[in-house]
């Protein structure tokens, strides 16, 4: 095993501590986790990842104690866990799984109040979480609150479960594939919107995967498992990415390295390149001199709100008809979120008008551009200036 690097804790105590964990099921020639030790420091993602078989379910299992371990300790935050009362325990920790668990003769508000009625929270404090959280995964209570799990998309479905495992306001979360089952689209969105309620709620979180990519994307630190749980590498994406311990984890990995470390870097911890935009209300000939002098391709016409909306060349500016500025040209594509990494940028330019993508904030409105150039810059290491 290689030991972890520490990450900048800014003080953070440990939350989860597994001490000499070890899981040996009856008949079993070999531990399903054999002695393994790991820390998770509180409000970071710590993702267990590796081959089928190898142990990382029912690590994460035993921290809750759905699965009981054979020897060892777990603590949490300062507590001993290993030998208290499973059902308080796990009402102290949110859990998440790929399927969601919701209870289908249950409508979402019910679900979700799960865990908060069992801690006797009074029926004021129970409506007022339920709305919360329903609203912190951008579903409107006033259509979601009483509907049924079979009304629900796959990816919709995924977010109730998300906030049912927040219901009590749990300290810790542990999540098991929970994106696994989505196809690749709803995939990445829920990612990127798991990544955004992250940096608002600061979890500490238990992730378990089989995808380096989403191991990649979403951890702070990553534990590469072997058979038996044992550590091959536990580290920061970064390091995984630029030293493998060994030839597991190389192979584990695979190749495409430098394509990987974009799937370090967000969108908004960029400073995006300016760009010339029009409002809506611009007249026309005042929109054709701006990009005459500018000399680039084309104008961004925002709407009113500052949200970017469509691409603007000259053809489309002299075929205007009279519509707002923000109804001509073509659609505004590649629109980046703060949350989303500079690979689902790279995903997204491929095909987009001008191959640039449009960086906004968390309300959607402008912040600038991000070009190709930004993208290999980063890939080599390097800072990707001067967009233009």
Not at 83 to 90: F, K, V, Y
Not at 160 to 168: N, T, W
Not at 221 to 239: K, N, V
Request: hydrophobic residues 40%.
């Amino acid at each position: 095993m290689t030991s972890p690097t520490l990450p900048d804790t800014d003080g953070r105590r440990v939350m989860i501590k597994l001490e000499h964990l070890t899981k040996v099921y009856p008949g079993s020639a070999k531990p399903a986790v054999d002695d393994l030790s790991l820390d998770v420091y509180e409000g970071e993602i710590v993702i267990l990842v590796g081959p089928s078989g190898c142990g990382k379910t029912t690590t994460m299992k035993m921290i809750n104690r759905i699965i009981e371990p054979t020897s060892g300790r777990i603590v949490i935050d300062d507590a001993d866990v290993t030998r208290a009362n499973p059902d308080l325990l796990r009402r102290r920790i949110g859990y998440v799984i790929q399927q969601t668990g919701l209870f289908p003769h249950r409508t979402l508000a019910q679900n979700i109040a799960t865990v908060p009625k069992l801690l006797g929270w009074d029926p004021d404090r129970v409506r007022a979480r339920v709305d919360e959280l329903l609203e912190l995964v951008n579903l409107d209570p006033a259509i979601y609150r009483d509907r049924y799990p079979k009304h629900l998309s796959g990816g919709q479905a995924q977010r109730v479960g998300v906030a049912r495992a927040l219901g009590g306001d749990p300290e810790v979360m542990l999540m098991d594939e929970p994106f696994g089952a989505l196809d690749p689209i709803t995939r990445e969105r829920l990612q990127s919107e798991f990544l955004r309620l992250q940096a608002e709620l600061h979890k500490t979180i238990v992730f378990v995967t089989h995808d380096i990519d989403e191991a990649i994307r979403m951890g702070d630190r990553i534990a590469i498992l072997q058979e038996g749980s044992t550590i091959a590498q536990f580290d920061t994406p970064e390091r995984i990415l630029a030293a493998p311990a060994n030839d597991f984890v190389a192979e584990f990995v695979g190749s495409g390295a430098s394509l990987r470390q974009l799937g370090l870097t967000r969108v908004g911890e960029l400073k995006p390149a300016e760009w010339v935009t029009v409002g809506p209300d611009t007249p026309r000939q005042e929109a054709i001199e701006l990009l005459r002098r500018d000399g680039g391709p084309a104008l961004l016409a925002l709407d009113a709100d500052g949200r970017p909306r469509r691409w603007l060349d000259l053809t489309a500016l002299h075929n205007f008809n009279g519509q707002p500025l923000d109804q001509a040209g073509v659609p505004a594509a590649a629109i980046l979120t703060p949350q989303a990494t500079l690979h689902d940028a790279l995903n997204e330019m491929i095909t987009a008008d001008y191959a640039l993508g449009v960086a906004v904030d968390d309300q959607g409105r402008y912040r600038g551009v991000i070009d190709i150039q930004t993208l290999n810059g980063t890939a080599r290491g390097g800072s990707g200036q001067d967009l233009r």
